[in-house]
């Protein structure tokens, strides 16, 4: 047989979808499992965006259309950053993708060489591993401190900078810790890139699911003009995950040749899934609004319920829709943990080694379900925990 690529072996895809179709054979075995695994909200999409789609699919919109989109949907996304960041990006600058996702892989692709590094928060999340991994380049990890509240620290970006550096990674907020950067903490690291004359990848697919309502892009300080790469998606804040609709801005050259790649691979968005992108972020957002309520109560109710638990101690995150709680005073490890919960609790979780080689002690768990199943998945755990 006929040997595939070093590229094809070097591709780790994402642990989340391994322990997710894991699960389901569970379930189809008959067994019961409380998914806390997946960053997939459990709410609908907002009726107002999904009758846009149907709306667009009755009226014909079923063709091709730019590879950059639809001229309609990216103005609307620059008046969304107008809103949002405070600057109004160029046309040139704003691409539509099928998901934020893809993001991670144009970018990697377009601005780093083999044998060149990025550097990567970690705990991270796998996507920036895996794509550069498959690309030859090199991951240079930034170990996220539970003492600074899991936030990545600009000192330690500055000391894993090097002559070879091409790229600089941040998430925030953050998957798989929900922490939120500072403004001193964002502004320093962007004073990084400029000074070293590198990219800056800003995801922020959580932008819109802050708890405190504050939120600090890079983006603002060069307009994603020079160095500065801003990643947003649909899936998340609006409960689309299946949709796959992402946006991204960046300086005018790189988006042209992210625009090719994605031309390339991809062709374009469909066009009716970008007009409910355009009710999405310019329509009622009541649902939306709906949504981050009970996040936050569930969130609330799942630290508390995690630090009644003997040997797990949990922070409050500030974003996303993720905890990551310190299991070390179980004397298990994360992996040994995560699969004792899924056979004993029915609970499904993903341990810290999915998200970097640092992040061995911890566990992450998605409430993107009830709270009635965090209730019970809390109960399932500590029943099982004691019986160790």
């Known amino acids: 047989m006929k040997e595939i690529t070093q590229a094809a072996l070097r591709i780790d895809g994402q642990p989340m979808f391994r322990v997710l179709d894991r699960a389901r054979r569970l379930e189809a075995q008959g067994q019961d499992i409380i998914h806390l695994e997946i960053g997939d909200p459990d709410f609908g999409t907002p009726t107002n965006v999904t009758d846009a789609a149907i709306e667009s699919l009755r009226a014909g919109h079923?063709?091709?259309?730019?590879?950059?989109g639809l001229p309609e949907f990216r103005e609307a996304i620059r008046f969304a950053t107008q809103r949002s960041r405070g600057f109004e990006p160029d046309l040139s600058q704003v691409l539509v993708t099928p998901g934020a996702n893809t993001q991670i892989y144009y970018a990697v692709m377009c601005l780093v060489e083999p044998g060149m590094e990025v550097i990567v928060p970690d705990p991270g999340f796998s996507t920036y591993y895996s794509v550069i991994k498959m690309l030859g380049a090199k991951a240079v990890p930034v170990r996220l401190k539970e003492e600074n509240q899991f936030r990545m620290d600009p000192k330690d970006i500055?000391?894993?900078?090097?002559?070879?550096?091409?790229?600089?990674?941040?998430?925030?907020p953050h998957n798989p810790t929900g922490s939120v950067m500072t403004q001193q903490e964002v502004r320093a690291v962007y004073d990084i890139a400029v000074g070293n004359d590198v990219y800056l990848y800003s995801d922020e697919i959580y932008a819109r699911m802050s708890y405190g309502d504050v939120f600090y892009s890079p983006s603002v300080y060069d307009q994603c003009r020079e160095?500065?790469?801003?990643?947003?998606?649909?899936?998340?804040s609006f409960a689309m995950t299946g949709w796959r609709l992402g946006t991204l801005v960046g300086p005018e050259v790189v988006v042209e040749r992210m625009a090719a790649l994605l031309q390339t691979v991809a062709s374009c968005v469909q066009p009716f899934i970008q007009r409910a992108g355009i009710r999405a972020i310019n329509g009622d957002q009541s649902e939306v609004a709906a949504m981050m309520q009970e996040y936050r109560a569930r969130r609330d109710l799942l630290v508390a319920g995690l630090n009644s638990i003997p040997g797990f101690n949990c922070l409050t995150p500030d974003g996303a829709f993720y905890v990551f709680p310190n299991i070390k005073a179980t004397g298990m490890t994360s992996d040994a943990l995560a699969e004792y919960l899924l056979e004993d609790a029915g609970v499904a979780l993903l341990p810290g080694t999915c998200f970097g080689a640092n992040s061995e002690g911890y566990l992450r768990l998605c409430y993107a379900n009830s709270k009635a199943n965090i209730r019970e998945a809390l109960q399932r755990i500590n029943t099982s925990m004691r019986k160790l």
């Open 62 to 68: 079923t063709h091709y259309t730019s590879s950059y």
């Open 227 to 236: 160095h500065v790469i801003l990643s947003n998606g649909f899936s998340k």
């Open 158 to 172: 500055e000391a894993a900078i090097t002559d070879r550096t091409r790229l600089i990674i941040i998430n925030t």
